[in-house]
């Protein structure tokens, strides 16, 4: 499959932050066409293995994470609607009129209710969350039988297809990454790997780095690859961005192994696969800071997808930055040899 196929399989199922069981669920049964073991830890990441040939070689770990942002219903108003709180960080502007499911006894639709622009008095005036609800259409009476604080609220924004290799789509931060992951597995089918792969699809990221934490410590790779997000060159966005179909971003910096970044460096330009350089000064926002300082140290490198709106109610990114990602993933995971980790 294409790595938009993949997105639009992984688009389907929900998994906001903590709440991750039916992306979980899909992502098992899609590494089980590649890998040879396929476990899930006590934190909920989805960790499957692709034996080498060679117990000696070193071990690749090649991660992005499954959660997505969300909500959660914090109160029911006398109105009968819902009050909510965030899960993950994003602009409260951008949910006046979406539509949501809210998970609660049964399925629920609703909308994110608002003030008519008419009845506004002061239009400059910032949204806040605390000023929003969810409506579902139903009485207080009967919205209380249904729904209960804690119950989780999604987004219904799905998989869109713009050209033929830009897409939209509510969670390609980091489902995108997850269909390079996989793209990457089935890349490596039929060749000689020396070494264990080790996909992880982690857990609770939006929400401070989780997954990829205990993952790692688990784990303990040789080396790891990180696969996220960032920001995509589009309207009034430049600086700090990068622009879609121009190929993955390969971070640079402290957080990332400076030998193992400039052998992937190496390996794109002798097999001619578009790539971006980004400098990170300090924290990448993302589980590669997590997975470097794991257990002894991990080295770590940094992959990235250009995409426009991240956070928002649709995430817009060229597919073929993921097809980019992934074969160079393949290329670096066929080239580790035993020994190698030796000379980083």
Not at 93 to 109: A, H, R, Y
Not at 124 to 138: M, N, P, R
Not at 150 to 162: H, M, R, Y
Request: proline share 3%; net charge negative.
């Amino acid at each position: 499959m294409t790595a938009s196929e993949y997105l639009k399989i992984l688009d389907g199922e929900f998994g906001v932050s903590g709440s991750e069981g039916k992306v979980a669920q899909c992502v098992k049964k899609l590494f089980s066409e590649f890998c040879d073991e396929i476990t899930t830890d006590n934190l909920g990441n989805v960790i499957g293995i692709k034996k080498g040939t060679n117990p000696s070689s070193p071990s690749l770990m090649i991660e992005a994470h499954m959660d997505e942002l969300g909500l959660m219903v914090s109160g029911i108003t006398d109105e009968g609607s819902l009050k909510f709180v965030s899960i993950g960080g994003f602009d409260a502007k951008i949910l006046p009129g979406t539509e949501v499911t809210v998970w609660g006894e049964e399925k629920l639709f609703g909308v994110i209710g608002f003030m008519p622009p008419h009845l506004i008095a002061d239009r400059t005036k910032a949204v806040k969350l605390d000023e929003l609800c969810v409506d579902i259409g139903f009485s207080k009476e009967i919205t209380e039988k249904k729904v209960s604080v804690g119950d989780i609220i999604t987004f219904n924004t799905g998989f869109t297809q713009l050209d033929s290799t830009m897409v939209a789509s509510r969670c390609i931060d980091d489902r995108g990454g997850l269909a390079a992951v996989l793209r990457t597995l089935e890349l490596l089918c039929g060749k000689n790997i020396e070494n264990d792969i080790i996909a992880v699809a982690t857990v609770q990221e939006e929400v401070g780095l989780r997954g990829a934490k205990t993952a790692a410590a688990h784990i303990k790779p040789s080396c790891a690859i990180a696969l996220d997000v960032c920001h995509g060159t589009s309207l009034d966005v430049s600086e700090e961005a990068f622009p879609c179909g121009k190929g993955p971003v390969i971070s640079i910096g402290p957080n990332l192994h400076s030998k193992m970044t400039r052998r992937i460096i190496d390996l794109a330009k002798c097999n001619n696969i578009d790539f971006q350089i980004e400098v990170c000064q300090s924290n990448t926002g993302t589980d590669a800071w997590e997975i470097q300082v794991s257990g002894a140290g991990v080295p770590t490198a940094l992959l990235s997808v250009p995409v426009r709106y991240m956070h928002g109610n649709f995430e817009v990114a060229d597919t073929l930055d993921m097809e980019s990602a992934a074969k160079l993933i393949s290329e670096f995971a066929v080239s580790l040899k035993e020994g190698d980790c030796l000379c980083w």
